[in-house]
C-alpha cells in the first residue's frame, strides 16, 4: 500500500510562485512514475507534470516553462515548483504514483495511488 501526502499549496496573486511537495510512504519501490494532476471545479483533472525514475521530465503545454517537477529518492519526495502563476492555474493538485514503471502516462487512470489534493487559487 501507498500513500501520498501533498503540501504547498495556498493562495497567491498573479505572478507569484508556489512550491508543493508530495512524500510517498509505503511500499513505493525505486522506480515509478510519479506526476502532479491538476482539477479545477467542473473540469477534468488534467496532467500538469511528470517525472520518470531516470529524471526525463514532460509537461503540459499550458505549464511549460513555468513549472518544474523534481524528485529527491532519498526522501521519498516529489516537488512541483510553480512560477509565473496564472488565475488559471487554480485548481486542487494531486500527487499520482505509478510503481514499477518507467512510462509516465498522460492519463490519470494509468496511475495507481493519488493524494488527498492541496489547493492552489490565484488571484488576478
Known amino acids: 500500500q501507498v500513500q501520498l501526502v501533498e503540501s504547498g499549496g495556498g493562495s497567491v496573486q498573479a505572478g507569484g510562485s508556489l512550491r508543493l511537495s508530495c512524500v510517498a510512504y509505503g511500499s513505493t519501490g525505486s522506480s515509478n512514475c510519479m506526476a502532479w494532476f491538476r482539477q479545477a471545479p467542473g473540469k477534468e483533472r488534467e496532467g500538469v507534470a511528470y517525472i520518470s525514475p531516470g529524471g526525463n521530465t514532460y509537461y503540459a503545454g499550458s505549464v511549460k516553462g513555468r513549472f518544474t517537477i523534481s524528485q529527491d529518492s532519498t526522501k521519498n519526495t516529489v516537488y512541483l515548483q510553480m512560477n509565473s502563476l496564472k488565475p488559471e492555474d487554480s485548481a486542487t493538485y494531486y500527487c499520482?504514483?505509478?510503481?514499477?514503471?518507467?512510462?509516465?502516462?498522460?492519463?490519470?487512470?494509468?496511475?495507481?495511488?493519488w493524494g488527498q489534493g492541496t489547493q492552489v487559487t490565484v488571484s488576478s
Open positions: 499520482m504514483i505509478r510503481p514499477g514503471s518507467s512510462w509516465c502516462p498522460s492519463s490519470q487512470h494509468a496511475y495507481n495511488y
